[in-house]
């Protein structure tokens, strides 16, 4: 009977502190949109892995920024470098990818020296065979990208970041074979050009 009473109140607990949570995140999203939102710009370079081959992939975003607590836009993204393999007559082929993407970021922990965030990414593009720089075989892919992004803030101007996640890839298996679903990653450098240009105009209207 104990037993049964602490499983009992354990998922209730449990549930509480899910609705409590979820409640405090709707709040949190509804209080940024409803402030004016900045344009945001962002490019970016993750490292995954293809084939037990490491296969970085760029990426452009634009989007809109409230509060720098909610980010919201549209990104590309596309391998830079193809993951290279020979066949059997010692032809030269490259896989490759390239799709656009929705995506949105949320900040949950934000103080003077760290923040933390958990950026996704849901897209659709195509995954396709080069042989020597011919398009041979081609598929539409889907993709979904969560990741948690940390960032420490030794300035207020410059911060250095790391980026975990994990790119989950669906397509036709008997066109393109190989598998680009891979765990994500990224270390960089970090602008906050939002404090930059909030401070440069501070200088500015005072000297007016």
């Known amino acids: ?9 354990s998922v209730v607990i449990l549930f509480c502190t899910i609705t409590t949570t979820q409640a405090q995140f709707t709040d ?39 509060k720098s607590q909610f980010i919201f836009g549209l990104s590309y993204n596309w391998m830079p470098i193809g993951i290279k393999s020979y066949n059997k007559a010692q032809m030269l082929n490259e896989l490759k990818l390239h799709y656009v993407a929705a995506f949105a970021e949320y900040t949950f922990y934000d103080t003077k020296r760290w923040e933390i965030s ?10 396709y065979m080069q042989q020597q720089g011919k398009k041979i075989t081609q598929t539409t892919a ?31 298996k008997t066109i393109i074979p190989q598998n680009f679903t891979s765990p994500t990653y990224s270390f960089g450098i970090a602008f906050f050009f939002g404090t930059i240009y909030s401070d440069v ?8």
């Open 1 to 9: 009977m104990k037993c049964i009473l602490n499983t009992v109140c």
């Open 28 to 66: 949190s999203i509804m209080n940024a949109l409803s402030q004016k939102p900045r344009a945001y710009a962002a490019l970016n370079n993750r490292n995954s892995f293809i084939q037990n081959q490491k296969a970085p992939v760029n990426g452009v975003k634009l989007g809109l920024n409230f």
């Open 118 to 127: 958990i950026p996704l990414q849901i897209g659709i593009g195509s995954i």
């Open 142 to 172: 889907f993709f979904y990208e969560p990741t948690m992004s940390c960032t420490w803030k030794p300035t207020r101007y410059v911060g250095l970041g790391v980026d975990v996640g994990y790119r989950i890839v669906t397509k036709d």
């Open 201 to 208: 105009k501070k200088i500015i209207d005072k000297k007016r």
